[in-house]
């Protein structure tokens, strides 16, 4: 495995993602990780992350010394070799010049994690500082024309530096890097799989819970989904899991859930119908922030509840995922911060007493689709576009009420009935509909309407962090459109979002 030490930048989770599409396991861990704790995860390499820090300001972020002296293989990206620079004797200064966006790399060494690297290639740099002078047995493999060392290593010792990043996609031959780091340099092999990952996952689950009993949320989505199916594969009977029709779903969401997890998998099911009562505590609200909280608020209180029905429950599963537990901690806080909440349990009352299960906390949301398909689930399950945890509720913009949900959810079915049909659903990141609270004037039947607006949303991504507005065919949003004016009463006009990700949201609310 590689471990990666965590010093607050941007890119750390694609350092992760480089180093498993690889099939190389990898944790990031805070830089306050202990010398004794990197021992007893025994990795084959150790990858210091960038981070905004300056190593020579107040409070800048270190980790223990002592692990550029456990004769492991070490990569410094940016801050990270800032570190190890300054770690090891160097000087790193101010830059006059602060380098950012594309540069030419002229490498000057063609081998180490540069075999097979064109001798001139792009490059993605982000710094501000920049190294003033190198420690004894350093040497300099590559410069860029502002950055005379862009690049570094001392072979006795195993230690490689590199000022640019090339995790990202803007290095075009940064995998290439990584990959010989990784195989040439760490000597890692390609054991990080799926498979593997279940029969771990399997008996870690079964260790940790024994004969007790355990509870899942189960919200219908991927996470949930995939986290359910592994823990019955580990402790079959143990598990229950609870559903909660909060009143904002899609069009036979519940059913549908009902259908596979209960009669399909077998899997004990609570379904808690609670619709009205989340729709009296959402009357007269229009703040999608507080839509949000209540919603949150008395599904944490309809779960209790039903928790509470199931005598001797000792543990509760979350499908937590990596980048969740990347997030919870501060940039250089502890392995011990708090895990934060997510939408589909979060933040369930402390009194509730129960030890935490999260089978997926290790893996990223498109490794988590990889192990549902893995455990046998359907593609429409696996693959299946992000659904809010507020539902529908954040998709009508003011008031939620029956009947705005009853015209929203005509005007959604219709929608991804089409996307389907057009055989695009899956080559979309999300596609949805939007009730406005506008009106507007039209003609129907030779008279005059004042009915409501819907506006189609549809992006494509590959991560939500950013997102550009979805080209679909002109036919094809015609005839959403027209479908959704003749068969939805109420609404008279159908507009499309040409917005992207920045500067808009992919939601409205």
Known sequence: MILIIDFGSQYNQLIARRVRENHVYCQIEPPSISLAAIKTLRPEGIILSGGPASIYSKGAPRVDKGILGLGIPVLGICYGLHYMIDSLGGKVLGSNKREYGFAELLINKRKGIFTGV?????????????????????????????????????????????????????TKEGK???????????????SWSMKSFVTRAVEEIRQQVGTEKVILGLSGGVDSSVAAVLLHRAIGKQLTCVFVDNGVLREGEAR???????????????????????????????DPERKRKIIGRTF??????????????????QG?????????????????????????????PKKMN????????????????????????????????????????????????????????????????????????????????????????????????????????????????????????????????????????????????????PPSTIEWE
């Open 320 to 348: 937590t995922l990596y980048p969740d537990l990347i997030e919870s901690r501060s940039a250089f806080g502890g392995p011990s911060a708090v895990i934060k909440s997510h939408h589909n349990v979060g933040g369930l």
């Open 118 to 170: 064109n001798k001139k290639t792009q490059c993605w740099m982000s710094h501000g500082d920049s190294i003033g002078a190198l420690p004894a047995g350093f040497v300099i493999t590559a410069s860029t024309a502002n950055t005379p060392i862009a690049a570094t290593e001392d072979l006795s010792r195993n230690f490689y530096g590199l000022q640019f990043h090339p995790e990202v996609v803007h």
């Open 300 to 317: 944490i209180e309809v779960f209790d509840t039903e928790a509470r029905k199931i005598k001797g429950v000792k543990f509760l599963a």
């Open 256 to 286: 549908r859930v009902i259908e596979m997890f209960k009669k399909n998998l077998q899997i004990n099911l609570r379904f808690a119908r609670s619709g009205k009562l989340f729709l009296k505590k959402l009357k007269g609200v229009t």
């Open 176 to 190: 290439k890097m990584l990959a010989n780091f990784l195989f040439n340099v760490c000597r890692c092999k390609k």
């Open 354 to 501: 129960l030890k935490l299960v999260e089978p997926l906390k290790h893996l990223f949301k498109d490794e988590v689709r990889l192990l549902g398909k893995e455990l046998g689930l359907a593609n429409d399950v696996v693959w299946r576009q992000p659904f809010p945890g507020p539902g529908l509720a954040i998709r009508i913009i003011g008031e939620v009420t029956a009947q705005r949900l009853s015209v929203l959810r005509k005007a959604d079915t219709i929608l991804l009935e089409e996307i389907r049909t057009a055989n695009l659903y899956y080559k979309l990141w999300q596609s949805f509909t939007i009730l406005l609270p506008l009106k507007s004037v039209g003609i129907m039947g030779d008279q005059r309407t004042y009915e409501n607006i819907v506006a189609i949303r549809a992006v494509t991504s590959d991560d939500a962090m950013t997102a550009d507005w979805a080209r679909l065919p002109q036919d094809l949003l015609a005839r959403v459109s027209t479908r959704i004016i003749n068969e939805v009463s109420g609404i008279n006009r159908v507009v499309y979002d040409i917005s992207s990700k």
